[in-house]
């Protein structure tokens, strides 16, 4: 009874090692269920051997150095046993059916126990994961906490110290530091968003300093001074988003793990440099504080390469600043790179460009299954003959702040379109427009996803354009700050928006621009077109998540993925060094022969001169 044995572990190993193929596994167990059955018992008794044996691989699939002992042993001790036996078998019956059934079957045997040694693939055990987000505003903790549901969902133990409480979960640990950091901004007054903040002279060391401030603040955590200290849990790999300063790379620094950075607005072309090692080229590369993606004319490739060259020098003032000051004990320590980068990026809504083989781009990672919409909101929507708009300035914009001439004109527009419209406002709007259902929160996304949505009147934040790129809905931008003017600027490239300044605007003025977005088809089409380019990659933006956080734990940080222009001084990179070579060769060079000329040329002169003299 060989046959039907190798039959179950055929099938088991199958599914114990989905890399062999399934057709070996089947093949294998039809041909040996033709056999007839002798030993029962045998069978018996082997088959929870390897069905044990498959029940512990499925439950600790992850921890595979103790599989790969338990199996060894296993494998030697049976091979062992019934070579032993088959051997006393052929000493006994050499010639009889018994010696070659025993015969057989320790060759089969020998050979399916050593098939998973041969296909299994190593899998990566799972891994505790230490995730630290800097900033506790609300559409970057939603990328954030989608990046760590997926390592959770994975089967990772994933312990955070965020403000933003979702609930412990299996394999998700928080600790509360709502006290330490600051508040999520919400409802902040538009005007000081555009005229202040969005300056880089004033937002990029305001970004360094708060970054700084939330470091000190976590380090300070009692928890945290533990797991420094070496007196809590042990972790495997450290997440954490860096936004403006590397401060928070002291933690693996000193923890002595990979790290992996999470970066939920579009990366800060002067940060690529610190982080990766490569700069953008400003000629092709708009600057993320310029306003447009692509540089087109020569006015804006001079002011992107001025802006690229005073950001990071404003960063790297504001931080040398900061050292000088305020000194931490993470400005004392060489801090580590960062093994891998999730950008929230796509190459829809972001120009394509060179990238670092440790940058993997996952927009629109936070993108959720659609869920049912409140019964009052459908029935808005349903009963809309000609559509619906949808406006929302997202959460940190307060609409009741907006200029009073910006929200009339925006009333009076509103109420002149046949379309109804869904505006997100806090508040009470006082003269609000019959055609026009206000509340604080919307389920945006479900909303957008609903065929009658015409057209997405937003802000330009990076998570709005995706919900409305993964739409196919066309969007009006009125963008304020940071990342935002070049989001929109990407999707008026894109064929499926129009860009507008929210200050200057008038009822006429915003009305042609919805006329024409609503009544054109082809900003419709030029949505639908980049819906199905994002949606077309070769893994979702979660499996890339998985894949590539798995990949550094498997190679220890992945140090191959770094670019070695990290190990470059500015002179290097830049090859100032080669280039003053370069010119002081030539300099050299041109002088030698210049001297040599002139040397030349002044015995001929003096040669020819002693001879006319000696004429005379």
Known sequence: MVWPLVACFAIMTALSFPSIPVWLGIHVSVISLLVLLRRLIILLVISLFFGGFWILNSVLRESVSMLKVLFGISLIIWIAFWIAKASAVNMLFRKTEAGKIMTSFTAMLIVFCACPTIFHRTQVGAANILAVPTVPDKSHWNVMRSVLRALTDRGHNVTVFTSSLDGDREGYTEVDVSAEQRPPLVDVD???????????????????????????????????????????????????????????????????????????????????????????????????????????????????????????????????????????????????????????????????????????????????????????????????????????????????????????????????????????????????????????????????????????????????????????????????????????????????????DLLSVTEKTLLNAIFEIVNNDRYQKNAKIASRRFKDRPMSPTESVIYWTEYVLRHKGAPHLKYHALNLTWYQYFLVDVISTVLFIAFLVSSIIYYGLKMIWKHISKYFHTVKSKRE
Request: with cysteine.
């Open 190 to 500: 538009a005007t000081y968003l555009i005229e202040t903040i969005g300056k880089p002279g004033q937002i990029i060391p305001m970004l360094v300093n708060e970054t700084r401030v939330s470091c000190d603040k976590i380090y300070g955590n009692r928890l945290m001074a533990d797991i420094l200290n070496g007196v809590a849990q042990k972790f495997d790999l450290v997440i954490t988003e860096p936004f403006m300063s590397e401060c928070v790379a002291y933690l693996a620094t000193v923890l002595r793990v990979p790290m992996v950075y999470v970066f939920p607005p579009p990366i800060a072309t002067f940060l690529e440099r610190p982080l990766t090692g490569h700069v953008p080229n400003p000629a092709a590369a708009g600057h993320v504080l310029s306003g447009h993606g692509v540089p087109e004319t020569f006015a804006e490739r001079f002011a992107n390469a001025v802006l690229t060259v005073y950001c990071s020098t404003l960063m790297w003032y504001a931080e040398w600043n900061l050292r000088r000051t305020n000194p931490r004990p993470y400005d004392a320590v060489e801090l580590v790179k960062p093994s891998v980068i999730f950008a929230n990026t796509h190459f829809v809504t972001e120009p394509s460009r060179p990238l670092t083989p440790d940058v993997v781009q996952i927009g629109g990672i936070h993108l959720t299954p659609p869920e049912s919409i409140p019964k009052d909101i459908l029935e808005f929507i349903d009963d809309a003959t000609h559509g619906v708009i949808y406006f929302s300035f997202g959460s940190i914009v307060s609409m009741s702040s907006l200029p009073e001439n910006v929200q009339s004109a925006f009333r009076e527009a509103l109420a002149g379109l046949p379309q109804k419209v869904l505006w997100k406002y806090d508040g009470e709007m006082k003269d609000k427009p019959k055609n026009v259902m206000t509340r604080k929160w919307f389920p945006q996304r479900d909303i957008l996803l609903h065929p009658d949505v015409k057209l997405f009147i937003s802000h330009g934040g990076i998570s709005g354009v995706y919900e409305a790129v993964d739409a196919g809905v066309p969007v009006l931008g009125f963008p304020f700050f940071y990342d935002q003017p070049r989001n929109i600027d990407n999707l008026v490239a894109a064929g499926m928006a129009i860009s507008m």
